[in-house]
């Protein structure tokens, strides 16, 4: 660990008689373990040692056309194929835009919630359970504990034209998991190579990678082999996918249009086009809702929902999310770098009033990183409670007495991103020994800087972490082992972690 501890979890009880005492898990693991144990284990490790503060699971709130029939998805996915209307055309309006539209050049809902449209993936799922689902792959199967079969669903055409063969959706999952052109590399699974044979898939694993059919429904999307390897064309400004939309129009950082597809292998959908568009502030998206220039928008306000009721013709729609919102305590710096200041930070942020005033109920308050639900939550922790003179005297017990802190926020990203950091930075500057202040930033810039080696990346940073996998081990293994994400370390964890990968489901 990176406390100061004693070995035990507990530290010596400084001279002032503050209590200082550090264990707040007390689970073990059996000699022989199911992997969803270990991952339970795990999560409990986290509550202990606070690598994050822990916040909330975020809900979903859509603002929608009353013309617009649609059931808000956990997953967070936004498939305008899913949308029942008579209207002609839609506009949907998200907090943010893309960087890319390379369906594997950035991990994030807003690019997927767009390319999505015209790109599929390799598996569907559903979106409560993330259980997979028949799509461009029809069967899949374990044939070895380190080989997997992939049957390949025929008769589907690409946007240009070009029939889809099993070679491209090889083709596909190897990009996807190439770091040198992928950022899901890390995510999509253990996998040496993907092969076409006598008209399936085969995928060669270097290990037994138990979450792979939930990553095939996650990460990486069909593309085209000979497209993309034609250097006339770029798959970072235009798209040539197998989904129900082909690209019309795309202005870089200000939309991206789309025509139905008249060839897409499943079912019609209603809009025959589409509108991608971000405005980051929040009021100006209600704004589009309300006069009519946006069909569906994303994270409204709580305290918005009023103004969204009263009006003609819009209406809203809410559902708590697979996105896990946290502050990052980076333990490269000081004081981050302290089991009992990053405790001392749990015990100061007044999660539950943040809930509740904030995000008006709209939220669970969370004590570990997987989710109810997710597989490998450990139902036996609670959460971090409101403390603050225990956090003084962790905060002393630290050595970090006077220290200044600054809490890196994006701004329109999550639901009232901004505002809970502000508040959570307030709460944190309350306390006698602790200056705090909270620092608004461009998503895209931030998220830049904290995917630069932990040590040149921001000391303390608020975060929203999707899990579309809906199981523990890309709630935790991206953040503490080795990768860009990894913002902590921990021996014990990354092992457990590591040994969950190798245990069969």
């Known amino acids: 660990g990176n406390g100061n501890g004693n070995g035990n979890g507990e530290t010596d009880t400084p001279d002032d008689g503050a209590e200082a005492e550090l264990r707040t898990y007390d689970g073990e693991l059996s000699d022989d373990p199911t992997r969803t144990e270990v991952l339970q284990h795990v999560n409990g490790l986290a509550h202990e040692q606070a690598p994050w503060v822990f916040l909330h699971q975020q809900f979903s709130i859509y603002g929608i056309n009353d013309d617009v029939s649609w059931d808000a998805r956990a997953d967070e996915s936004i498939y305008v194929r899913e949308f029942e209307t008579d209207l002609d055309e839609i506009t949907v309006s998200q907090g943010q835009l893309l960087e890319t539209l390379d369906p594997t050049g950035e991990n994030a809902t807003p690019q997927y919630n767009i390319i999505d449209q015209a790109y599929d993936n390799f598996l569907g799922r559903e979106d409560d359970t993330g259980r997979p689902l028949e799509g461009i792959v029809t069967d899949w199967e374990r044939t070895d504990d380190l080989e997997i079969e992939l049957q390949i669903r025929g008769d589907v055409e690409f946007h240009n034209g070009n029939d889809l063969d099993p070679s491209d959706v090889a083709f596909s999952i190897n990009r996807a998991n190439n770091p040198d052109v992928s950022e899901v590399a890390d995510n999509l699974g253990d996998i040496n190579e993907a092969r076409a044979e006598d008209g399936n898939v085969i995928l060669d694993l270097d290990s037994l990678t138990p979450t792979i059919f939930r990553n095939l429904t996650a990460f990486g999307r069909v593309v085209s082999e000979s497209w993309v390897n034609d250097d006339s064309n770029d798959i970072s400004t235009e798209i040539n996918g197998t989904g129900p939309y ?241 913002h902590f370390n921990n021996d014990e964890m990354a092992e457990l972690l590591q040994q969950a990968r190798n245990i069969p489901e």
Not at 299 to 318: M, S, W, Y
Not at 343 to 363: H, K, P, R, Y
């Open 246 to 486: 082909e690209l019309d129009e795309y202005v870089e950082g200000t939309r991206v249009s789309f025509t139905k597809f008249d060839a897409y292998w499943g079912e019609e959908p209603d809009p025959n086009a589409v509108t991608f568009n971000g405005i980051p502030e929040d009021g100006p998206r209600v704004d589009a809702l309300i006069s009519g220039d946006s069909d569906l928008i994303t994270n409204v306000r709580p305290g918005d929902i009023p103004d969204v009721q009263e009006a003609d013709g819009v209406g809203f729609e809410d559902v708590p999310s697979i996105r896990n919102i946290f502050l990052v305590q980076n333990d490269a710096f000081e004081p981050f770098d302290s089991q009992e200041f990053r405790q001392a930070m749990n015990f100061a942020v007044d999660v539950e009033s943040i809930i509740n005033s904030i995000l008006n109920e709209f939220g669970n308050q969370t004590s570990q990183p997987t989710l109810p639900g997710h597989n490998g939550h450990n139902g036996d922790l609670d959460p971090y409670p409101h403390d603050p003179e225990r956090a003084e005297a962790l905060v002393e017990a630290s050595g970090h007495a006077g220290v200044e802190i600054e809490l890196h926020t994006p701004v329109g990203r999550y639901l009232r991103d901004a505002d809970i950091a502000e508040a959570a930075a307030s709460q944190i500057d309350e306390l006698d020994n602790v200056s705090c202040t909270a620092n608004r930033r461009d998503f895209g810039d931030l998220v830049g800087e904290l995917l630069a080696p932990q040590d040149e990346s921001p000391a303390f940073f608020l975060i929203g972490w999707g899990n579309p996998t809906l199981d523990g081990d890309y709630a935790m293994s991206p953040w503490f082992t080795e990768g860009p994400f990894q």
